[in-house]
């Protein structure tokens, strides 16, 4: 395959424009960051997952006209109910905050529970393929566009798969750097009790185009 920069650009701007908005994905990477808790293996498992997406939307959702309507309804069932759940644990720790590295004088009730490298990986996996989002922006809408390109959809999946390792880096880079520096309970509150209105509004939106 020859590598045409353009195309390779083309993939990589768009699948860096769609990522960046602040959705469950980007928050739960935020969220291990600040936490010191697995950052950089969350990283990993969701740049992963979403080469898988693109590599599903370039070479075969794209050419198959993209998700069915049965698929794709339960697709965003699941993602729902997950959203869901995860929007009251937010909103729980909103009741009850907590800082990801609390201070000498601390009780120990003011830490955040550990997480394993198992549950690390399957959280990640969890925002990253159970959010109808990313399938839609990341498999569909990435798949279609690189149709426009023929034979050079290679080079702009890999473009786009690019995108998203550059993306999920700097995030997580940006995540270590401000968990170093937050630790305020007001400013943890602040964020869980946003992160619990985006979920339970996604999870809204979501139900809501089912009917």
């Not at 697995?38 to 969701?46: D, K, Q």
């Not at 075969?60 to 995860?86: C, M």
């Not at 509150?189 to 209105?197: F, S």
């Amino acid at each position: 395959m020859t590598l045409a920069f353009p195309t390779f650009t083309a993939g990589m701007v768009l699948s860096m424009s769609l990522i960046m908005a602040i959705g469950p994905q980007n928050a739960h990477v935020l969220r291990m960051g600040l936490q010191r808790q697995h950052l950089w293996l969350t990283v990993a498992v969701c740049a992963l997952a979403d080469i898988v997406l693109i590599s599903l939307g370039v070479f075969g959702l794209a050419r198959l006209g993209g998700l069915s309507d049965k698929l794709l309804g339960a697709l965003i069932g699941a993602g729902v109910l997950f959203l869901g759940v995860y929007g009251w644990q937010a909103f729980q720790r909103f009741l009850k905050p907590q800082t990801p590295v609390a201070p000498a004088q601390a009780t120990a009730a003011a830490h955040p529970a550990p997480v394993t490298q198992h549950q690390a990986i399957l959280s990640a996996l969890a925002f990253s393929w159970l959010n109808p989002h990313a399938w839609l922006d990341t498999a569909v809408l990435i798949g279609t566009a690189s149709l426009a390109y023929g034979p050079g959809s290679k080079a702009f999946g890999l473009g786009a798969a690019t995108g998203s390792v550059v993306w999920f880096l700097v995030l997580g880079a940006a995540a270590f750097w401000l968990g170093r520096r937050l630790n305020s309970l007001h400013l943890w509150r602040a964020l869980d009790g946003a992160v619990a209105l985006m979920m339970w509004g996604t999870a809204a939106w979501l139900l809501a185009g089912l009917f």
